[in-house]
């Protein structure tokens, strides 16, 4: 691990200024960036600790959804009474992912910024476009059973993979922020994540010293919430494919994870009714390797498993 400077932050907007430079990350629960720190894939020259901004709280919103800190810990949202009742395939998300240790340390803000699991991103000596922009892609022709069938590009087929992600997309989620001159923005989640196109080191569409400092839910939607999550072993495993659905009165969300550079959803899909028309709209364009093309299968066979559940 390479020398750091490191600086403890009073308020959001103390933190976003502190950050303004590239070289400075932010750190919360540090259960993604320093792993990889250790492996000298990310290299911060300061770290701005933002555990003490009192941003930990779940609060009811005056239209009636719920406004979730940055730093509410996985194990605390995914628990929480109100998130259970009326937002349940987030908490199922939650629960599927990482390890109740793990859990307890994650924050939601840091969650939506996980950086990729791509085995050629943690090995340095591999090239990689995200790790080393123009070095690039040794996961194409290279070992790519777990990675992006959709949204991929010449330079990066890597998948995110957060579970909580996915399910705050089928809730139209929205993330507010400050940036290191003060202002603040809501950035809806559906244009919260990048696909890679030719800059697969992007990949959200924060600036710099952006500090995410809540994610706010809509009014709930009711019905029934679902996340159904296939891996290679049944815990502590990122997805080969999941699925988030929240089945309604007239409504049909969906989206997907293990499929793409971000949460994957398509909305015109939604509309039908039929589970093979629906994987057939979600999966169009779909570029597969030799190895991962199973992925195709997966997702229609665990979309209409979890749409038999959710109409019963």
Known sequence: MRPFTYQRAATPAEAAAAARTSGARFIAGGTNLLDLMKQQVETPSHLVDVNHLGLDRIEPTSEGGLRIGALVRNTDLAADQRVRRDYGVLS?????????????KATTG?????????????????????RKP????????????????????EACIATHPSDMAVAMRTLDAVVETIDPAGATRSIPIAEFHRLPGNTPQLETNLKVGELITAVVLPKPLGGKHLYRKVRDRSSYAFANVSVAAVVADGIQRLAFGGLAHQP?????????????????????????????????????????????????
């Open 134 to 153: 123009g070095s690039g892609c040794a996961a194409i022709g290279g070992f790519s059973r777990n990675l992006a069938i959709m949204g991929v590009s």
């Open 264 to 312: 994957w959803r398509v909305e015109r899909a939604e509309r039908e009714t039929r589970p093979e028309a629906i994987a057939e709209a979600v999966l169009a364009g779909a570029r597969t390797t030799k190895q991962n093309a199973y992925k195709l299968r997966l997702t229609q066979r665990t979309l209409t498993s979890v749409l038999q559940e959710a109409r019963a």
């Open 92 to 104: 199922r998300a939650l629960l599927a992912g990482a390890s109740s240790q793990l859990r307890n």
């Open 110 to 130: 840091g969650n939506l910024l996980q950086r990729t699991r791509c085995p050629y991103f943690y090995d340095t000596s591999m090239p990689c476009n995200k």
